[in-house]
């Protein structure tokens, strides 16, 4: 890499909502797309669910729409909503011709096969388009094909961003945003890479808790470095803890998929008894914050460390051709699913919250855009609802795109900007300070900060997080960068922010759930963070 790189377009994340961008994108741009590890190490490849839209003829827009504002509890824009579900159905097309291999039924008579659709929780039809219980693979992996076949796009694999890259916009008197410092983790080395556009879809911020279901890399990035540089945050409290992770020893963040509750698994205590019809008049198909508290509650009723998920009284056909890949990791720990109830626990696995933008992607700093889990595009609300968050990939990564195309060739070239600079840091030999502040951040966030909160807890979270916050920029401003650095200075900066949003909220709402305040605020407010050197407002440039 050579730190005069200049690029049209520069995405920062590879899953889902980044290469749907790339791939949208005007072939006669030029486009530099960042991967934390490979093209296939992201939270979209491990997307085993699916993604919901309205294809069947019974159902309807206004159903889905009406299904994600009720699970969103009252926060969901409505505006967001629509625009999400109404271009539901052309990104899920444009998936089918990019070559994306959706379950099909068996076809009656001489007639052609329907797609298998599913049902979710808190979906009132079955509208979950699905590859088996590995959807995140098949669509991941048709959009690295074409992304690799594609001629204007750099890909640079096993590279971080470090922080962006800002400049005084001289013509609306606002900063703009024209590249971003990468690491290459291999070698070490901080190049500066310039664009007209930024698009950050670096994921959520998951890792900030001990238990995930979210591979390594999803530690806030894309969230902490737009804050740092002026963007509003919203919504950070609303942390979903998928309720079924896998319970074992040596199954590292491994997700038991929704749809298995969709299909008819049930919940029960370790001695057997299903439970979920006491928390909920849909049971299993309740929406997943319920369900997550449900699990979280009787665990701690019973001092149990996990519960458990049954589905050995379908057949095991069923079971096999359904769930493969759910059904061969959890024989590969010795349990068969067929047979014999799955041990879970609850596991933090999407944030809700995130960058503000609008309805192209837009975030407060002109030409940067964020799409996907690191923006809060007001989708879902105080609970995302299963299954809608690729769509949102989808549908605002489209609107991204599109945007660009069309300001690009308004958008003046990058000015000179100082390449990185490490003369004055050193190489470090304490990186036990990086593992033990990461260990303690994920500790006492899920200790205070998780399903259910107290003010108390969150206090104690935030006198914690005033400390490393010091201690870890500190570290930072002495010595080399590498990745375990920078995502722990990411991590704690969403943490704060996490802590201060869930400070705010003085009511128990979707994902957020404190005892301190059990009952609902009379109006449904979102809650945003805006920094002190706010990117929306005038600057003051010398024009001299």
Same mark, same amino acid.
């Given at each position: 890499?050579?730190?005069?790189?200049?690029?049209?377009?520069?995405?920062?994340?590879?899953?889902?909502?980044?290469?749907?961008?790339?791939?949208? +994108?005007?072939?006669?741009?030029?486009?530099?797309? &960042?991967?934390?590890?490979?093209?296939?190490?992201?939270?979209?490849?491990?997307?085993?669910? #699916?993604?919901?839209?309205? !294809?069947?003829?019974?159902?309807?827009?206004?159903?889905?729409?009406?299904?994600?504002?009720?699970?969103?509890?009252?926060?969901?824009?409505?505006?967001?909503?629509?625009?999400?579900?109404?271009?539901?159905?052309?990104?899920?097309?444009?998936?089918?011709?990019?070559?994306?291999?959706?379950?099909?039924?068996?076809?009656?008579?001489?007639?052609?096969?329907?797609?298998?659709?599913?049902?979710?929780?808190?979906?009132?039809?079955?509208?979950?388009?699905?590859?088996?219980?590995?959807?995140?693979?098949?669509?991941?992996?048709?959009?690295?094909?074409?992304?690799?076949?594609?001629?204007?796009?750099? !890909?640079?694999?096993?590279?971080?961003?470090?922080?962006?890259?800002?400049?005084?916009?001289?013509?609306?008197?606002?900063?703009?945003?024209?590249?971003?410092?990468?690491?290459?983790?291999?070698?070490?080395?901080?190049?500066?890479?310039?664009?007209?556009?930024?698009?950050?879809?670096?994921?959520?911020?998951?890792?900030?808790?001990?238990?995930?279901?979210?591979?390594?890399?999803?530690?806030?990035?894309?969230?902490?470095?737009?804050?740092?540089?002026?963007?509003?945050?919203?919504?950070?409290?609303?942390?979903?803890?998928?309720?079924?992770?896998?319970?074992?020893?040596?199954?590292?963040?491994?997700?038991?998929?929704?749809?298995?509750?969709?299909?008819?698994?049930?919940?029960?205590?370790?001695?057997?008894?299903?439970?979920?019809?006491?928390?909920?008049?849909?049971?299993?198909?309740?929406?997943?914050?319920?369900?997550?508290?449900?699990?979280?509650?009787?665990?701690?009723? +019973? #001092?149990?460390?996990?519960?458990?998920?049954?589905?050995?009284?379908?057949?095991?056909?069923?079971?096999?051709?359904?769930?493969?890949?759910?059904?061969?990791?959890?024989?590969?720990? #010795?349990?068969?699913?067929?047979?014999?109830?799955?041990?879970?626990?609850?596991?933090?696995?999407?944030?809700?919250?995130?960058?503000?933008?609008?309805?192209?992607?837009?975030?407060?700093?002109?030409?940067?855009?964020? &799409?996907?889990?690191?923006?809060?595009?007001?989708?879902?609300?105080?609970?995302?609802?299963?299954?809608?968050?690729?769509?949102?990939?989808?549908?605002?990564?489209?609107?991204?795109?599109?945007?660009?195309?069309?300001?690009?060739?308004?958008?003046?070239?990058?000015?000179?900007?100082?390449?990185?600079?490490?003369?004055?840091?050193?190489?470090?030999?304490?990186?036990?300070?990086?593992?033990?502040?990461?260990?303690? +951040?994920?500790?006492?966030?899920?200790?205070?900060?998780? !399903?259910?909160?107290?003010?108390?807890?969150?206090?104690?979270?935030?006198?914690?997080?005033?400390?490393?916050?010091?201690? &870890?920029?500190?570290?930072?401003?002495?010595?080399?960068?590498?990745?375990?650095?920078?995502?722990?200075?990411?991590?704690?900066?969403?943490?704060?922010?996490? !802590?201060?949003?869930?400070?705010?909220?003085?009511?128990?709402?979707?994902?957020?759930?404190?005892?301190?305040?059990?009952?609902?605020?009379?109006?449904?407010?979102?809650?945003? +963070?805006?920094?002190?050197?706010?990117?929306?407002?005038?600057? &003051?440039?010398?024009?001299?």
């Amino acid at each position: 890499m050579k730190p005069t790189n200049l690029y049209d377009v520069l995405i920062i994340g590879s899953g889902a909502a980044g290469l749907t961008v790339a791939l949208q +994108l005007d072939p006669s741009l030029r486009v530099a797309l &960042i991967s934390k590890a490979t093209l296939q190490g992201g939270a979209s490849w491990l997307a085993q669910g #699916g993604i919901a839209a309205v !294809i069947d003829k019974d159902d309807s827009a206004e159903a889905h729409i009406a299904d994600t504002l009720a699970a969103g509890a009252g926060l969901c824009h409505e505006d967001a909503v629509r625009f999400v579900v109404e271009n539901g159905p052309g990104a899920v097309n444009w998936l089918i011709d990019s070559g994306v291999d959706f379950t099909k039924e068996e076809a009656e008579g001489n007639g052609e096969p329907n797609y298998h659709l599913t049902q979710e929780g808190g979906h009132s039809h079955r509208r979950i388009l699905h590859t088996a219980d590995a959807t995140g693979k098949e669509i991941t992996g048709t959009l690295v094909e074409r992304a690799l076949a594609a001629e204007n796009v750099q !890909i640079f694999e096993h590279h971080c961003a470090v922080d962006l890259v800002t400049q005084a916009d001289k013509s609306s008197r606002k900063i703009r945003c024209t590249g971003a410092y990468i690491l290459d983790i291999n070698s070490g080395d901080v190049e500066l890479l310039q664009a007209k556009s930024v698009v950050l879809a670096s994921g959520g911020a998951s890792k900030t808790y001990l238990y995930t279901s979210n591979p390594d890399g999803a530690s806030g990035d894309g969230i902490a470095m737009a804050w740092r540089r002026g963007c509003r945050v919203g919504n950070l409290e609303f942390n979903q803890f998928h309720p079924t992770c896998l319970y074992h020893p040596k199954a590292k963040s491994f997700l038991i998929t929704e749809a298995l509750r969709g299909e008819g698994a049930i919940l029960k205590l370790p001695d057997g008894t299903p439970f979920m019809q006491h928390f909920h008049a849909d049971a299993e198909l309740a929406p997943r914050d319920v369900v997550a508290r449900a699990i979280d509650h009787e665990m701690k009723r +019973l #001092g149990s460390d996990c519960l458990y998920l049954d589905i050995s009284h379908k057949p095991a056909e069923f079971i096999i051709e359904h769930f493969p890949t759910v059904y061969k990791r959890c024989l590969d720990f #010795g349990i068969d699913i067929t047979t014999t109830p799955i041990p879970i626990v609850p596991a933090a696995h999407y944030t809700c919250g995130g960058i503000v933008v609008n309805t192209k992607g837009q975030t407060d700093l002109r030409n940067l855009y964020a &799409i996907g889990e690191s923006a809060f595009t007001g989708l879902h609300g105080a609970n995302r609802m299963a299954s809608n968050s690729l769509l949102e990939c989808l549908v605002y990564a489209q609107a991204a795109a599109s945007e660009i195309n069309q300001l690009n060739d308004k958008i003046p070239q990058p000015d000179f900007v100082r390449p990185w600079d490490e003369s004055q840091v050193e190489f470090s030999d304490e990186n036990v300070v990086i593992s033990h502040n990461w260990d303690e +951040l994920r500790r006492f966030m899920w200790d205070y900060v998780g !399903i259910v909160r107290t003010d108390k807890r969150l206090q104690r979270a935030q006198h914690r997080i005033n400390l490393l916050r010091k201690e &870890i920029q500190e570290y930072y401003s002495n010595y080399k960068v590498g990745r375990d650095l920078l995502e722990l200075r990411n991590l704690v900066t969403v943490a704060e922010l996490i !802590i201060s949003c869930a400070l705010q909220r003085k009511e128990s709402r979707g994902l957020h759930y404190t005892l301190d305040y059990p009952e609902l605020a009379p109006i449904a407010k979102d809650t945003i +963070l805006v920094p002190i050197n706010f990117a929306g407002q005038d600057v &003051i440039i010398n024009l001299d």
